[in-house]
T-cell receptor, first 116, second 115 residues
Framework: AQKVTQAQTEISVVEKEDVTLDCVYETRDTTYYLFWYKQPPSGELVFLIRRNSFDEQNEISGRYSWNFQKSTSSFNFTITASQVVDSAVYFCALSEAQYNFNKFYFGSGTKLNVKP | GAVVSQHPSRVICKSGTSVKIECRSLDFQATTMFWYRQFPKQSLMLMATSNEGSKATYEQGVEKDKFLINHASLTLSTLTVTSAHPEDSSFYIC???????????FGPGTRLTVL
């Protein structure tokens, strides 16, 4: 079974629209980290956020916000007032204490297209 | 934040040749380095984990004789794709982790094209 599921393969929005990228994870570990990365066409992974399993407080960083809900094993990512520069593939990832946080399990990614 | 570099950023080679990719941690000592592979329009898959001075641990399905990993120092790991074939064409990304940290820092990736 997939450890990290990003059901949305591709999303297209018009600039200034809000968009939410879904991430559902599966783990038996009580201690784990969740991540979001942005991958522009150049391929480099850009770190966006890390959240540990004991911190369910939602976070906002500028136009970005994250909603972590352990009850539904979800860690969704919302971009408010999207911009063309937000176009990229976004990956959600999980690392677990049982592997000493060494293994990163990545979701399949969501390609976001923001049109002007 | 911590910086990880990879060299080369892009390489094209003929089938049957070997290609070496370097991963360096520039401002910290990387006790553990990880190699990922990403096929076009797919996700990143962990290939192997290497600790400085010891043999790499390969994930299931990854041929250790084909993908040679050396982690000879705390700032350098190399991945050698031996006898490369077109199906090895992929984006290879390394990640490095320092002592006492729980996050990996990713390199910019190396795009390998085997003709």
């Amino acid at each position: 079974a997939q450890k990290v599921t990003q059901a949305q393969t591709e999303i297209s929005v018009v600039e200034k629209e809000d968009v939410t990228l879904d991430c559902v994870y599966e783990t038996r570990d009580t201690t784990y980290y969740l991540f979001w990365y942005k991958q522009p066409p150049s391929g480099e992974l850009v770190f966006l956020i890390r959240r540990n399993s004991f911190d369910e407080q939602n976070e906002i960083s500028g136009r970005y916000s994250w909603n972590f809900q352990k009850s539904t094993s979800s860690f969704n990512f919302t971009i408010t007032a999207s911009q063309v520069v937000d176009s990229a593939v976004y990956f959600c990832a999980l690392s677990e204490a049982q592997y000493n946080f060494n293994k990163f399990y990545f979701g399949s990614g969501t390609k976001l297209n923001v049109k002007p | 934040g911590a910086v990880v570099s990879q060299h080369p950023s892009r390489v094209i080679c003929k089938s049957g040749t070997s290609v070496k990719i370097e991963c360096r941690s520039l401002d910290f000592q990387a006790t553990t380095m990880f190699w990922y592979r990403q096929f076009p329009k797919q996700s990143l898959m962990l290939m192997a984990t290497s600790n400085e001075g010891s043999k790499a641990t390969y994930e299931q399905g990854v041929e250790k004789d084909k993908f040679l990993i050396n982690h000879a120092s705390l700032t350098l790991s190399t991945l050698t794709v031996t006898s490369a074939h077109p199906e090895d064409s992929s984006f290879y990304i390394c990640s490095a982790r320092g002592l006492g940290t729980t996050s990996g820092f990713f390199g910019p990736g190396t795009r390998l094209t085997v003709l």
